[in-house]
């Protein structure tokens, strides 16, 4: 047993001087501890009394028993007595006294080497530390705390969390009720609290961002004893986030932009869509487009907005000029031709004509980008505001920016689609009018089928609408229907007005008409086979047409349905040798042929749109 007290001393001996004396809950520990002491006391003391008495009655019943009819020297075995009784107790107690020493100093050194151990882990822990007592004054803070929050040891030791040297708010920099505080929380509750974000700003040191996790210290009786939490520095990989998070905004945005603009698009819907990404990527709580004006004020017109906020817009008057409504990023950004930021509203000179108003709104970061038109001048330029200040760092800004050279394409592109629609419309103009010029040309040379290809026309078109065609084909089937008998310019004149029946001579001269269209036509790039659908009108299925004898598929659909239109339109109407053939006569050669030299599907919507009421073929289909 000695060997093992011999070596827990020398153990102990290497304990360091101090205790760590962080810990609140050691005051609660520290009474029980006393508590056990008292009672290892009050033992020794209880044994060295039974003792005592044990050793008083068992010597004095010997004295008598010695001493009872001899000539006992009571004197001498009464002092032997004594220094018996002191030499035995004081071996007793000498044992107990250094049992008890002994299990003290091995628990203090075990308590000192305990508190050294978490002393050197607090302060090689990556993160602060601080402990708190139970009034919520601070105990301890290791190097990382006193690192972090950028203080003096002497001004965290001793100060409440909540001390006037510094201010604690939220993340977003709102005041924050005290019960909402990590301590308020911990002892309320009694568990950790994990991953809270609050600011702090000490005393005349920048504002920073903590990650705090807590947790309770509790005290041998169960209660709250204080609270132990670590927190971290995390102002820069928030910013950092921040700034990502805004990045992704803006990329997402671009390929939204990109995409709405693939479509033609007017600039007002471009303009207004560009707003309208911004500000629902979370890159801005409000977005505008302005107009920028040469007029002699040099004013910039909103055209477009989006987000909360708008009413700013009501009484806003920015220009780009020298005067004071031109000083802010929005005229320096037009001066410029390049983006300008604003990342602190309330702080910078610029913005001192529309601060306040700006402030009123929440704005507390804004932007302008120029959007470069014709002429490498700016024709609008682009506005945003942020509620946090510096919203807009790189590389935010450069995406941004490429945002408003993606919107000035965009527009240019849009202007490039408007004039390319105008002339579309001017060529369809000019051909509808060539067309029209043609038509009347036939029809001089052959009164008697006047309005003839246009009636063809409509009907075929009513055909194709029936049968579902796509705009291409019907636009050349419009266009085949229009013209189909402009060879007819090459037949003689008394022939296509001869009031009687063609001799079989003159027949073969008129079919020869077809060919006569197909060579004016092949020459002229409709982006249609106009041409090939114009000289197969007059082919059949069965291969009994002409010029070629085409047979079935080999015809084209346009052709086929222009076949039918004509046939029936021909029969309709009144011609030199004959009156109109009427709708039972139509209805008898359609349906007889339907399927054999006509398409079938062809004669069925042509039979419904002659047998409507509102059919513009009415009153000849019911002669």
Avoid at 46 to 59: K, M, N, Q, T
Avoid at 220 to 228: C, E, I, L, R, W
Avoid at 231 to 239: E, L, N, S
């Amino acid at each position: 047993m000695d060997s093992e007290y011999r070596a827990d001393a020398e153990r102990d001996s290497a304990a360091p001087e101090e205790p760590f004396g962080i810990s609140p809950v050691a005051d609660s520990y520290e009474r029980k501890v006393r508590r056990a002491a008292w009672w290892s006391a009050s033992k020794v003391a209880a044994l060295y009394a039974v003792l005592g008495v044990a050793w008083i009655l068992l010597s004095d019943r010997l004295l008598a028993l010695l001493s009872a009819g001899s000539t006992f020297d009571l004197l001498r075995f009464g002092t032997l007595k004594g220094l018996a009784f002191v030499l035995v107790t004081a071996t007793v107690l000498l044992l107990a006294l250094r049992r008890a020493l002994l299990r003290w100093h091995r628990f203090e050194i075990k308590a000192r080497a305990s508190a050294e151990l978490m002393r050197t882990v607090a302060e090689t822990l990556p993160d602060a530390l601080v402990v708190l007592d139970a009034d919520g004054r601070i105990r301890f803070a290791n190097t990382h705390a006193r690192d972090v929050l950028g203080v003096k040891r002497s001004q965290l030791i001793g100060n409440a969390f909540d001390a006037p040297e510094w201010t604690i708010t939220g993340a977003d920099g709102e005041a924050m009720d005290s019960a909402d505080l990590p301590f308020a929380r911990v002892r309320a509750q009694m568990r950790p609290a994990m991953d809270i974000v609050h600011a702090i700003q000490p005393s005349g040191a920048a504002r920073k961002l903590l990650s705090i996790n807590a947790a309770p210290l509790v005290s041998a009786d169960g209660g709250f004893a204080g609270m132990v939490a670590s927190f971290r520095d995390v102002t820069q990989a928030r910013r950092e986030q921040i700034i990502d998070e805004r990045s992704s905004g803006v990329l997402r945005a671009l390929s939204d932009f990109d995409a709405f603009v693939l479509e033609p698009r007017t600039a007002q819907e471009t303009l207004e869509y560009a707003c309208r990404s911004l500000t629902e990527r979370g890159v801005c709580v409000m977005a505008w487009v302005g107009y920028v004006r040469g007029d002699a004020d040099r004013s910039v017109t909103p055209v477009a907005s989006a987000g909360g906020g708008r009413t700013y817009l009501d009484t806003l008057r920015v220009t780009w000029g020298s005067a004071d409504t031109g000083a802010g990023p929005v005229g320096q950004a037009v001066r410029c031709r390049k983006m300008v930021v604003v990342d602190d509203i309330a702080s910078a000179p610029c913005f001192a004509h529309w601060r306040q108003f700006a402030l009123d709104h929440g704005f507390s970061c804004a932007f302008a980008a120029p959007v470069i038109g014709r002429a490498d001048a700016p024709d609008f330029v682009l506005c945003g505001y942020h509620r946090e200040r510096r919203a807009y760092a790189d590389p935010v800004q450069e995406l941004i920016a490429e945002f408003s050279h993606r919107l000035s394409q965009a527009l240019a592109l849009s202007q490039r689609r408007f004039a390319s629609e105008v002339g579309t419309q001017r060529l369809r103009a000019a051909l509808h009018g060539t067309i029209s010029a043609l038509q009347r040309m036939v029809e001089a040379r052959d009164p008697y089928t006047f309005g003839h290809e246009e009636r063809v026309a409509r009907l075929a078109v009513g055909i194709a609408d029936t049968l579902g065609f796509p705009p291409a084909q019907r636009q050349a089937l419009d266009i085949a229907a229009q013209l189909h008998d402009i060879g007819k310019m090459s037949v003689p004149a008394e022939i296509l007005s001869k009031p009687t029946r063609l001799t079989t001579a003159e027949y073969e001269l008129i079919k020869c008409h077809v060919d006569a269209g197909y060579h004016i036509l092949e020459h002229i790039d409709f982006g249609m086979p106009v041409a090939d659908i114009l000289r197969q009108h007059h082919e059949r299925l069965d291969g009994s047409g002409y010029p070629k004898g085409l047979r079935g598929e080999q015809m084209l659909l346009e052709a086929r349905v222009l076949a039918v239109a004509d046939v029936a339109e021909s029969m309709l109407s009144h011609r030199p040798y004959r009156a109109s053939l009427g709708l039972d006569a139509v209805r008898a050669e359609l349906l007889g042929g339907s399927g054999v030299r006509y398409d079938a599907d062809a004669v069925n919507a042509c039979l419904r749109i002659l047998a409507s009421a509102d059919s513009p073929f009415a009153d000849n289909a019911a002669r």
